[in-house]
């Protein structure tokens, strides 16, 4: 984050008023930076990504991929139990450089149908563009805040508020930015459930979109083996679960399983 960190200073300093543009620049740059950077060279640093041995499982999971059409470049597992016993599978990278990543700890625990089903879920996702919604809402959120931010930034009563002169304030730009940041979880935090129904929304659309193309069964057998394995409650509370859960219960997945899916 140090160089990130630097830039955002430096910009803040030398821009003026336009400091927040020039950030959210930075910011943009940074996360496509990251998309290749991360999956390539910092992930290897820290886990072992190995080819998948199992070659009944690989071709199925290929012959998935050509069904949905999504194009990937190979099917890894990684030693995601070093670190912990929960199970996931993913994608890295972007364009058709893209991998199918599964946890050491998934394939332990689930058959090749579930296997199959979850990838299913996870390309549902991919397909019906829930990923560049999220970034493209992501960009554009954070471009408001920070023009929030570059006004807040101006105010002499907002610095005044933290006990801070404002003179000194504007020697550092980049003080305005953090002390923004320090209002930010008490105010965010009343448009959470905004976002969660939006997610919970996305997990449905996935589900039914595995549904379509893999076993609908074996999703629902694998969502409970997951949920056993990470320990996670059954039953929560409905109305924190809604607010604070970006994932429907579990049971509320299954029931919708059950519906017949319509043929795309």
């Given at each position: 984050m140090?160089?990130?960190?630097?830039?955002?200073?430096?910009?803040a300093?030398?821009?003026?008023?336009?400091?927040w543009?020039?950030v959210w620049?930075?910011?943009?740059?940074?996360?496509?930076?990251a998309?290749?950077?991360?999956p390539?060279f910092?992930?290897?640093l820290?886990n072992?990504f190995?080819?998948?041995?199992?070659e009944?499982?690989k071709a199925?999971i290929?012959?998935?991929?050509?069904?949905?059409?999504?194009?990937?470049r190979?099917?890894?597992?990684?030693d995601?139990?070093?670190?912990s016993g929960?199970g996931?599978?993913?994608?890295?990278?972007?364009?058709?450089?893209k991998?199918?990543?599964?946890?050491?700890t998934?394939?332990?625990s689930?058959a090749?149908?579930?296997?199959?089903?979850?990838?299913?879920h996870?390309?549902?996702?991919?397909?019906l563009?829930?990923i560049?919604?999220?970034?493209l809402?992501?960009?554009?959120i954070?471009?408001?805040?920070?023009?929030?931010?570059?006004w807040?930034s101006r105010?002499?009563?907002?610095?005044?508020?933290?006990?801070?002169?404002?003179?000194?304030?504007?020697e550092?730009p980049?003080?305005?930015?953090?002390?923004f940041l320090l209002?930010?979880?008490?105010?965010?935090?009343?448009?959470?459930?905004v976002?969660?129904?939006i997610s919970r929304?996305?997990?449905?659309?996935a589900d039914?979109y595995?549904?379509?193309h893999a076993?609908?069964?074996?999703?629902?057998?694998?969502?409970?083996?997951?949920?056993?394995?990470?320990a996670?409650?059954l039953t929560?509370?409905p109305?924190?679960?809604a607010?604070n859960?970006?994932?429907?219960?579990?049971?509320?997945r299954?029931?919708?399983?059950?519906?017949?899916?319509?043929?795309?």
């Amino acid at each position: 984050m140090a160089p990130l960190v630097l830039a955002v200073d430096y910009a803040a300093r030398q821009l003026g008023e336009a400091w927040w543009i020039a950030v959210w620049g930075i910011l943009v740059a940074f996360n496509l930076l990251a998309l290749l950077i991360v999956p390539r060279f910092v992930m290897p640093l820290f886990n072992k990504f190995e080819p998948l041995a199992d070659e009944g499982l690989k071709a199925r999971i290929e012959t998935l991929a050509q069904r949905c059409g999504f194009r990937a470049r190979g099917v890894f597992k990684m030693d995601g139990s070093k670190r912990s016993g929960h199970g996931n599978a993913f994608f890295t990278g972007i364009g058709p450089a893209k991998r199918i990543v599964l946890f050491d700890t998934l394939l332990d625990s689930l058959a090749p149908g579930e296997v199959e089903a979850v990838l299913a879920h996870e390309i549902g996702h991919f397909r019906l563009r829930h990923i560049v919604k999220r970034i493209l809402a992501s960009l554009a959120i954070n471009l408001a805040v920070l023009a929030i931010a570059g006004w807040f930034s101006r105010q002499d009563w907002f610095y005044a508020g933290f006990g801070l002169d404002p003179a000194v304030a504007r020697e550092m730009p980049i003080a305005g930015l953090l002390l923004f940041l320090l209002l930010l979880p008490p105010v965010t935090v009343w448009f959470r459930a905004v976002a969660t129904a939006i997610s919970r929304r996305h997990e449905f659309e996935a589900d039914a979109y595995a549904a379509r193309h893999a076993d609908a069964g074996a999703l629902a057998s694998a969502l409970v083996k997951l949920q056993r394995d990470n320990a996670a409650t059954l039953t929560p509370d409905p109305l924190y679960s809604a607010v604070n859960h970006s994932h429907p219960t579990i049971a509320q997945r299954i029931a919708r399983l059950a519906v017949p899916q319509p043929a795309e």
